[in-house]
C-alpha cells in the first residue's frame, strides 16, 4: 500500500530550493534563489518590534487587520490603478505564494486548463499540479520576449478556466506591455476565463518597461485576481506576506479558503507592514535603481564569460544561455559551476514543462549585495580563464 497520497508520488524538491540548499551545504553563493539578503528598513523593523511589544500576537481576521488592507487599497489605486474595497476586496495572505494557492483552490477544479506562459516560475506549475489542475503553455520568445497570440488564442479549449500572467516575470525578466495586456484580456472575456496575475515585482522595472497592472485595463478587475506582496519590495523574503485583490464574490472564498489552510497572516508582521506606506518615493526610486546598476553589471560579465543573455525588463533575474560553453546540459552546468565556482544558478528545465527545452539555460539572480555578485562574477571569470570551463 502506498503511504502517501496520489498528489504527493510525483512530488519532488523544487530546483530552486534545491540550489539553495546544496549552495548553503558548501558556503557558496546563492545566485539561485531569489532570497534578497539586503537590509530592511529600519523604520519597518521598528514597527515590527512595536508591534510585538504592544502585544499584537492573537489571531487576525482571516482576510487580514482592517488597517492594511485599508493601505493596501490606497496603493492598488495609486500604484496599480485598481480600486478596491478594503472590505470585501482585499485578503491579506500567508505570503504571495499563499495568495496563489488559495486563489487556486478557490476558482478551479481538478480536471480544468490553465494557460502559462512559458519560462514560466516553477513554484505556479507545481502547485497547480498539486491541485490536479492540467497545465498548458504558450512560450515567450526569448530573443525579444514576444508572444504569438494565435497560438494562445488555439491553445484555450473547452477545458480551460484560466491563465496565469507573472509581470514582471520570474524567471525571464519579461515585463507585459499595455498592449499585450489588452490582447490576453480580450481572450480572457471572449471564453470567459479567470485571469491571476503575480505581480511581486511590480516596484522593479527598468526605464522603458513601465509596469501595468491587467485589473487596471478595460473591464477586466471583473475576472482577475491580483497578487503581490512584500517579500520582494522589503527584502523580506521569510516573513511571508502577501495579499490578493479582486471581485468581491472571488475574494470571500479565498478568505474562507485561507481560514481553512492558514487560518491567518501573521499577525504583528501585518501591523509592520503599515510603516511600508510611509516610505518615501525615493526610496523606490533607489531601489530600482540599484537593480538597474547590478542588472547592466551582471549582464555584461556573463556575456563577456561567454553566455548569451536575454536582458531582462524587470524582476531581478536572468536567464542565460550557455550553448557556447562546454556544458553538457543546464543540469551539469549548474553543477559544475557549484561544485568548482561555488556558485548556485537554476537550471532551466525546471521553468519548462518539456525539461529538454531548458537544456541550455541557467537562471541567475541578482538581488544580493554587490560584493557577493562582484565576487561571484570573479570566481566564474576566472574559472573561463583557466579553462576550467571554456569554449568550444
Known sequence: MTRTSKVTKNLKQSGIRSASVKCAAIKGINLGQGICDLPIANSIKAAASLAIETNNNIYSPCEGILPLREAIAQKLQQFNKITASPITDIVVTHGSTGAFVC???????????????????????????????????????????????????????????????????????????????LKIGNIAMKHGLFVITDEIYEYITYPGHPHVSFASLENFKDFTVTISGFSKTYNMTGWRLGYAAGPSDLMSKIALVQDLLYVCPVTPLQYAMLAAFELSEEYYTSMSLSYLLKR?????????????????????????????????????????????????????????????????????????????????????????????????
Open 103 to 181: 486563489t487556486v483552490s478557490a476558482l478551479f477544479n481538478p480536471g480544468d486548463e490553465v494557460i502559462l506562459f512559458e519560462p514560466f516560475y516553477s513554484y505556479h506549475r507545481n502547485i497547480l499540479e498539486l491541485k490536479n489542475i492540467t497545465i498548458k503553455t504558450v512560450p515567450i520568445d526569448l530573443d525579444d520576449f514576444s508572444i504569438d497570440f494565435d497560438l494562445l488564442l488555439s491553445t484555450v479549449t473547452s477545458k480551460t478556466r484560466g491563465i496565469v500572467i507573472c509581470t514582471p516575470c520570474n524567471p525571464s525578466g519579461k515585463v507585459f506591455t499595455r498592449d499585450e495586456l
Open 296 to 392: 547592466n553589471r551582471i549582464v555584461t560579465v556573463l556575456n563577456e564569460i561567454g553566455f548569451n543573455v536575454t536582458v531582462p525588463q524587470g524582476a531581478y533575474y536572468l536567464l542565460a544561455d550557455f550553448s557556447k560553453l562546454k556544458f553538457t546540459n543546464d543540469e551539469d552546468a549548474a553543477t559544475t559551476l557549484l561544485d568548482q565556482a561555488k556558485v548556485a544558478t537554476v537550471p532551466g528545465r525546471y521553468f519548462y514543462l518539456n525539461p529538454h527545452d531548458g537544456k541550455s539555460v541557467l537562471r541567475f539572480c541578482y538581488a544580493l549585495d554587490e560584493s557577493k555578485i562582484e565576487q561571484a562574477l570573479a570566481v566564474m571569470r576566472m574559472c573561463v580563464a583557466t579553462e576550467t570551463i571554456g569554449h568550444y
